[in-house]
C-alpha cells in the first residue's frame, strides 16, 4: 500500500487555510475554524469530508510521545537490498510495514534502497530487531544504523504556499 496519491486535488485558499489549522490542531471546532477562514461551520465540514473522500486528510491521529510509551529510542536505518526484482522488493516492503517497530518506511534512490525510522525501548530490542528483519532476509545485503542522540524536530505537517 502505498500513502501517496497520484490524483492532483484542486484546492482554493480556503481548503488550504482549513488544512494549516488541522495540522496544527485536527480537534479544532469546525465552528472556530469557519470563524478563522471566514466560512459557515457547515460549509467547513463539508470541504473536510470532501478532503477526507479525495484523500488529501489521510488520518486523524494522536502524536504520542515514543519516551512516554517505553520507546525512547529513535533509529534511523539505511537499508541496501542484494536484488531489486520488483518481487523481491514488494516483499521487503511488506515486511517492512508489518513490523511494528518501523514507524516510517521509505523506498529511496540512491545508494541504499530503503530508509527505516523506527522507535524501540533498548538497543538488545534493536538487536533482535535487526536478527529478524536484516539478518534473517538473505536479500538484505547490508545496513547502517544511525541513532538519534536527540528529537530536535518531529513532525509530518506539509508546508502549505501562500
Known sequence: MTLSSSTAVSLDRFDLAIIAILQKDNTTPQRVIGETVNLSAPAVQRRIKRLEETGVIQAHVAVIDPAAMGHPITIFVEVEMESERADLIDAAKR????????????????????ILIMLVPTMAAYEAVT??????NNNVKRFRTFVAMDRVKVGLAVPIAG
Open 95 to 114: 515486511e517492512f510495514t508489518a513490523a511494528s517497530e518501523v514507524q516510517q518506511c521509505y523506498y529511496v534512490t540512491g545508494e541504499a534502497d530503503f
Open 131 to 136: 536478527r529478524r528483519l536484516f539478518f534473517g
